[in-house]
Nanobody, 122 residues
Framework: VQLQAFGGGLVQAGGSLRLSCTAS????????MGWFRQAPGKEREFVAG????????VYADSVKGRFTIARDNARNMVYLQMNRLKPEDTAVYYC????????????????WGQGTLVTVSS
């Protein structure tokens, strides 16, 4: 699976952005998908995940209620809608695919896209 994330940019605090990730290669619908982020000087952290059937989602506490993960299996796309953005959301965001199950643990994810930078100004 090859992944490519896009949609990052500069936004003011309180604003919104939607990240997208396109997948190519093997059967997209059989993979759980996740979004992770890495802020400058910090370790990569889990943001949101969605299972292959679109039935289950999970979020980091820091984004719960503000971010929404979604996927369109027909278009091989996964999205991250980010609302009420805060300066602490500034990071490079990565999409990832897991063929071993869904959840927050990064070790589950076998494939990673290049990141897209989100900068939230105060």
């Amino acid at each position: 699976v090859q992944l490519q994330a896009f949609g990052g940019g500069l936004v003011q605090a309180g604003g919104s952005l939607r990240l997208s990730c396109t997948a190519s290669g093997r059967t997209f619908s059989s993979y759980a998908m996740g979004w992770f982020r890495q802020a400058p000087g910090k370790e990569r952290e889990f943001v949101a995940g969605i299972d292959w059937s679109v039935t289950n989602t999970v979020y980091a506490d820091s984004v719960k209620g503000r971010f929404t993960i979604a996927r369109d299996n027909a278009r091989n796309m996964v999205y991250l809608q980010m609302n009420r953005l805060k300066p602490e959301d500034t990071a490079v965001y990565y999409c990832a695919a897991s063929g071993r199950g869904w959840g927050a643990a990064s070790y589950l994810y076998d494939y990673w896209g290049q990141g897209t930078l989100v900068t939230v100004s105060s």
